[in-house]
């Protein structure tokens, strides 16, 4: 249980949910983790001393991810506290749920920059200091295949942007060792999508496993990609969705 020990990670958003127990995972591999967050400051310190507990670094840096500024100026941040980075984590996200007449430009180019163009910029400049064993991993979503209902076309059509963008880093960057994939996280309970909440019954009915995820579930899988086990795979997409594209 200690195959990070000496790597340096980045998780967006890892202030809450999903990129809390990522992050938190990763520095229980043996990771130095910097994490970014928008809005919730007290979320960051708390996963931060839940790390340095835990006897890792961490470093929790304000940027907004719809800012590419702010993005690129985390990655290089996280290079200059603990100098280097071996994995990258693009999981910031946010949920716009309208009806396709509601839809803005505005909200459209929000809902990209978040979700698309950080991780991009990210991914760049993150490449330009990773060695052979880098490790990409987007987080994706189990709609970016399957829809399953209104509302989410902006959002489905972003999140099916990462596998796209997955498979191209894994082309440009596989020549250096470096890997890129895209996790599809199903219904997992977090802020953004409580399993008590109204709607949950109907998620669940969708799920051959008939229960929300846990965010440790895809912490899981990101830890395995990061890790020696995710050495020889590049360029896939993985679904933990409790059987949601099934
Ligand atoms: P939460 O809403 O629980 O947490 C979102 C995280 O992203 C927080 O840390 C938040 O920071 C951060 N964030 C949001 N907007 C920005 C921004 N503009 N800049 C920087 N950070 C930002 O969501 P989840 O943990 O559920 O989701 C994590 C990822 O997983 C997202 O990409 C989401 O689309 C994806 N996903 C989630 C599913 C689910 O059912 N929960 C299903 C499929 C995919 P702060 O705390 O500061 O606001």
Redesign the pocket.
């Known amino acids: 249980m200690a195959d990070l020990i000496g790597k340096v990670a980045l998780v ?10 990522i992050a938190k995972r990763l520095a229980r591999e043996g990771a130095d983790v910097a ?7 007290k ?2 310190s708390a996963v931060v001393a839940a790390i340095e507990a835990n006897g890792r670094r961490a470093l929790a840096i304000a ?5 590419p500024q ?1 993005v690129a100026a985390a990655v290089e941040r996280t290079v200059a506290e603990f100098g280097r980075i071996d994995i990258l984590v ?6 716009p749920y309208e009806p396709l007449e509601a839809v803005t430009l505005d909200s459209f180019d929000r809902t990209m920059a ?2 698309v163009r ?1 991780a991009f910029v990210a991914a760049q400049a993150a490449a330009r200091h990773m060695g052979t064993g880098g490790r990409i991993i987007n ?5 970016a295949d399957r829809t399953g209902g209104p509302n989410m076309t902006v ?1 489905a059509a972003s ?1 099916a942007a990462l596998t796209g963008l997955s498979k191209g880093l894994a082309q440009d960057l596989g020549p250096r060792g470096i890997t890129a994939n895209v996790v ?10 409580p399993a008590q909440a109204e709607g949950a019954d109907l998620q669940r009915q969708g799920l051959p496993l008939g229960r ?2 846990d ?1 440790d579930d ?1 912490a899981a899988t990101v830890a395995h990609l990061a890790g020696q086990g995710g050495r020889f795979i590049t360029g896939a997409a993985i679904a933990v ?1 409790g059987g949601f594209a099934a």
């Open positions: 967006t958003g890892g202030s809450r949910g999903i990129g809390a127990a994490l970014t967050y928008v809005s919730s400051a979320g960051a940027a907004d991810s719809a800012d702010a693009n999981n910031a996200g946010i949920f978040i979700h950080a987080i994706g979503s189990c709609l959002y999140k599809h996280p199903g219904p997992t309970d977090t802020d953004m999508n929300f995820g965010a895809v969705d």
